[in-house]
């Protein structure tokens, strides 16, 4: 098996090649190198900060040599990083008339514009922190930013140091005169720094930031309160164990060695930076410069015709299933669906897992709408969410205001399956109606991540998710559903069960086919079984954004395997999987769960299948033949662990994103068509 960590870092490779492919608008390629940050804050929050943790406790002998190993990989991409920035982007930013300037291209004009504004709207936001001792160094939050001043007494020549946090209410990237040119608010600061220390001599300043530890430990059996413990916990996170340290290249040796031993860290995990020390800042640069034609074309997404009145939809969902394909068709009608449902009179209940959402979320206003239109709402809220703890903690606390019952679902297992079940009352009785997802209940990522929908009656499938709900709220031990495959309860053992029925059926010289759309692959038992699938005959094909442990293209194990990831304009979140030999005919599954021990045995996971044959038809024709037949934005995982394109001409070829944006745009169009002329 591939290492976990050494391919999450292959995954940010990828993405750092988007960042550096001239194909890519501009100003998208600059978006790819701010998320490149965003993964390796995320990278190190979690993952480096765990295995600091092993070789801390000794837990393992070969750790130490294994982080050290991490964090050169680790440095050898933010290097490359840092160089696509200066080497590529910036020059071609300014063949586009924009300039982003560094501390020592602000000449006169500049300084003498931002002078004024440098007193007015951040000086008197900033507080410098004198070190000495009398003042103990200071307790840095988990990635802010803050400047490091070296000074002097000139009546004594003393030499002094002072940290100057940076408050994250002031913007990152100012904008010049013209708006043509930028620079960032840390050049600002560090151009009139000596402003801050009147009396004193300023010898040096460099910026800097520090990334700790960021996982929750809270023990949920000793939690009176789980809501008040994450609560704490949160606040404590400010105060996790330092992991990396980045810094302004420039800084002095001595320097640097004095801050890492104020925060305990050493040298290994000290990053020099050339450039912007965090570059996660420069997507707010895309918005400022307001360039549409060195973006994306813009994109709407299409709302199917069954789904054009809301009014109608439980009366369409009724006459058959809907599935929808995001962001190319749009999120709204998942969105109507709960607001026909929170005020529609027929509607008794309306039961809804929330792992994550928006700031502005339509998803819980219409839900403590039903809950004040007196309607039995149940919310299962997700607390511990990473990095979405403090928003799940508010939309908590507003729904249990508006009368709705919020659940934080199992002690040590997190609520991750999306989900949405409405009862109603009808001239028949009670029915149920049901939202199956692979993505969250955001309609701003919807417009970014590719995900599918499921809307149905199907009287089996809702009566699973009703058994569903009933376990998280309940409390019920070993569950039986029919046809949700539900973790941690039977998802792993189906799975696996699944693949080896493909095995079987190749040893018996039957067709034997696996297709499986996944985020990442991790889990050493699913890819056992691959290989044993593998070794029979079966053909495997696996396409894997992310992380992927399996070793295709290995003789004698897994030489039936294919693996491919797929980078592009939306991120790819979508889990989709077909199994040629499932009882009497294929099976095609959907769901919220990768293959991953995690999502197999700490969280709740639903994972469903596509039983209406209009719509199996559909996705087997319509996106899986894509995926495996269009190249232009896959790559392909040798046996060695490199990606090498799978189309010679790269991103000019079609790609699998590109064809679904033409099918969408194909489909609105044939709407207007359709549409009677006045």
Not at 71 to 94: G, H, N, Y
Not at 104 to 122: M, V, Y
Not at 424 to 450: C, F, M, S, V, W
Not at 578 to 601: C, H, K, T, V, Y
């Amino acid at each position: 098996m591939f290492n976990r960590e050494l391919s999450w870092l292959s995954f940010d490779r990828r993405v750092l090649e988007l960042a550096e492919d001239e194909s890519i608008p501009l100003l998208e390629r600059v978006r790819f190198l701010s998320i490149v940050s965003s993964n390796l804050d995320e990278f190190f929050e979690i993952r480096v900060a765990g295995i600091m943790q092993q070789e801390e406790s000794a837990s393992h002998p070969a750790t130490k040599e294994f982080l050290a190993e991490l964090l050169d990989r680790a440095r050898t991409l933010v290097d490359d990083q840092q160089r696509c920035w200066r080497q590529k982007l910036l020059p071609a930013l300014s063949a586009q008339g924009i300039e982003v300037l560094a501390r020592e291209q602000l000449g006169d004009l500049a300084r003498g514009e931002l002078s004024p504004r440098f007193d007015r709207d951040i000086l008197p936001a900033l507080t410098p922190l004198a070190i000495d001792p009398s003042h103990p160094f200071p307790v840095l939050t988990n990635k802010g930013l803050y400047v490091l001043a070296l000074l002097r007494d000139p009546a004594s020549g003393e030499m002094r140091r002072a940290v100057v946090p940076v408050p994250r209410i002031l913007p990152r990237i100012l904008a010049l005169s013209g708006r043509k040119s930028f620079t960032f608010l840390s050049h600002v600061i560090q151009l009139f720094l000596h402003r801050l220390f009147p009396g004193l001599e300023l010898q040096g300043s460099w910026a800097f930031r520090i990334t700790r530890n960021s996982d929750l430990y809270v023990d949920e059996e000793e939690a009176v309160n789980l809501l008040e413990a994450i609560e704490d916990e949160i606040r404590n996170l400010r105060k996790g164990a330092p992991v990396r340290l980045e810094i302004e290249a420039d800084v002095p040796a001595g320097e640097m060695q004095w801050l890492l031993d104020s925060i305990g860290l050493t040298a290994d995990n000290a990053f020099l930076i050339p450039g912007p020390v965090n570059m996660l800042r420069l997507g707010s640069l895309i918005e400022m410069i307001g360039r549409p034609e060195l973006l994306y074309p813009n994109f709407v997404s299409v709302t199917p015709a069954e789904c054009a009145e809301p009014a109608k939809l439980f009366e369409r969902i009724a006459e058959q299933d809907i599935v929808l394909h995001h962001p190319y068709e749009s999120f709204t009608p998942v969105v109507d669906f709960i607001r026909q449902a929170a005020k529609d009179e027929n509607v008794v209940a309306i039961k809804l897992t929330l792992y994550r959402t928006s700031g502005d979320s339509p998803v819980v206003e219409a839900l403590k709408e039903a809950a004040r239109n007196g309607k039995q709402v149940t919310a299962l809220v997700e607390l511990r969410a990473r990095f979405d703890e403090l928003n799940n903690i508010e939309w908590a606390r507003q729904l249990e205001e508006a009368g709705a019952h919020v659940v934080y679902g199992l002690a040590g297992l997190k609520t991750h399956c999306k989900a949405c079940l409405v009862v109603r009352q009808e001239k028949d009785g009670l029915r149920r109606y049901a939202h199956l997802g692979t993505g969250n209940y955001n309609p701003k990522t919807a417009r970014i991540y590719t995900d599918f929908s499921l809307l149905t009656r199907d009287e089996e499938i809702t009566a699973d998710v009703g058994l569903l709900f009933n376990v998280l709220t309940g409390n019920l031990a070993g569950p039986k559903f029919r046809h949700l495959l539900v973790a941690p309860f039977d998802l792993a053992r189906r799975i696996v069960e699944l693949i080896d029925a493909e095995a079987s059926a190749a040893k018996a010289g039957r067709k034997a086919t696996i297709f499986a759309k996944v985020n990442s692959l991790v889990d050493p038992e699913v890819i056992a079984a691959l290989y044993r699938a593998s070794v029979a005959g079966v053909k495997v094909e696996l396409v894997v954004r992310g992380i992927c442990c399996l070793v295709p293209g290995k003789p004698g194990l897994s030489e039936n395997i294919r693996v491919r990831s797929f980078l592009g304009r939306f991120l790819e979140h979508s889990r989709l999987f077909r199994f040629e030999n499932a009882e009497a005919e294929p099976i095609i599954l959907m769901g919220s769960a990768d293959w991953m021990p995690r999502n197999f045995q700490r969280r709740i996971e639903c994972v469903f299948p596509l039983r209406a044959p209009h719509v199996r038809r559909r996705i087997e024709e319509e996106v899986m033949r894509v995926y495996q037949d269009r190249q232009g934005d896959a790559k392909s995982l040798g046996p060695d662990g490199s990606y090498a394109a799978c189309e010679p001409m790269g991103r000019l070829a079609p790609g699998a994103q590109d064809t679904f944006l033409q099918l969408a745009a194909k489909a609105a169009q044939a709407r207007v068509t359709e549409q009677p002329q006045n």
